[in-house]
């Protein structure tokens, strides 16, 4: 076994740990929380031992690169779009991917209906929430999410299973608690309005510096890259 094999292996095995440790602390077990492995920027030999390892699903923040990626794994392979998806795109990946997390415009959800209209299927998505109203991040705002939601709800080809947010870049991943709570709140509200085609089941929410927070707030998907592949290298 390569060193770099190794490398994933342990830190899989630390992330898994850690997981379970923030799921008991919020009175749920390891199996309640989905792990997405985030493998933007990382080759597929590395991607592959993710795979053999046992966990079928990538999270990737670009069309392109799951379009490059994509033919290399088998068709159990689950592809997550969780980047910013531009409407032209849509066409690209409708059908390879299994849930898109970064729907952040009526625009976009109305051009997903249509493409998975004509596909013949009904694509899940997550609604994207800017939790800090941070200039450089895409997203709907925490208040007006509920009425967004409405207005996209009445789409058939789409289904709308739960909120996403990408929190802040910060030191202490403890400032970012408040963020993950009321975003947990307000999937709750939302989901106790019983709007036809809404389900709030998940809430896509943690990333390598603060997935445990996340987690003890609330949150069942955390995105993890660099705590799994190491840092990523952007010039190759
Ligand atoms: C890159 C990325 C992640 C993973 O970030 P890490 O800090 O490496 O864990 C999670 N979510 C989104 C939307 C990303 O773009």
């Not at 309640?32 to 493998?39: R, W």
């Not at 450089?136 to 509920?146: D, S, V």
């Not at 709308?160 to 947990?184: C, Q, S, W």
């Not at 709750?188 to 389900?199: A, C, F, P, R, S």
């Given at each position: 076994?390569?060193d ?22 919020s ?10 492995p ?30 490059d ?40 959800a ?33 208040e ?6 409405k ?14 947010t ?33 389900y ?37």
């Amino acid at each position: 076994m390569s060193d770099t094999e190794k490398d994933i292996l342990f830190n899989l095995e630390e992330v898994n740990k850690k997981i379970e440790i923030a799921a008991k602390k919020s009175g749920r077990r390891r199996e309640d929380i989905f792990l997405l492995p985030v493998t933007k920027t990382m080759p597929t030999e590395k991607m592959q031992v993710v795979y053999d390892y046992g966990i079928k699903a990538f999270g990737e923040n670009k069309v392109q690169e799951i379009l490059d990626k994509y033919d290399k794994f088998p068709n159990d392979t689950k592809w997550h779009l969780i980047g910013h998806l531009q409407t032209n795109k849509v066409k690209y990946i409708i059908d390879k991917v299994t849930l898109i997390h970064s729907v952040d415009s009526e625009k976009l959800a109305e051009e997903i209906d249509k493409k998975a209209s004509a596909a013949g299927i009904v694509m899940d998505i997550l609604v994207e929430i800017n939790v800090a109203l941070e200039d450089t991040k895409f997203g709907i705002k925490l208040e007006e999410t509920e009425e967004f939601i409405k207005r996209i709800s009445k789409l058939k080809n789409i289904r709308i299973k739960g909120l996403m947010t990408v929190a802040p870049y910060v030191e202490n991943p403890e400032d970012n608690r408040h963020y993950f709570r009321e975003l947990r709140k307000l999937s709750v509200d939302i989901g106790k309005k019983n709007i036809d085609n809404v389900y709030m089941d998940i809430l896509s929410m943690g990333m390598t510096n603060d997935y445990e927070i996340a987690i003890e707030e609330g949150s069942n998907m955390v995105r993890v890259g660099t705590g799994i592949f190491g840092k990523r290298n952007y010039n190759i």
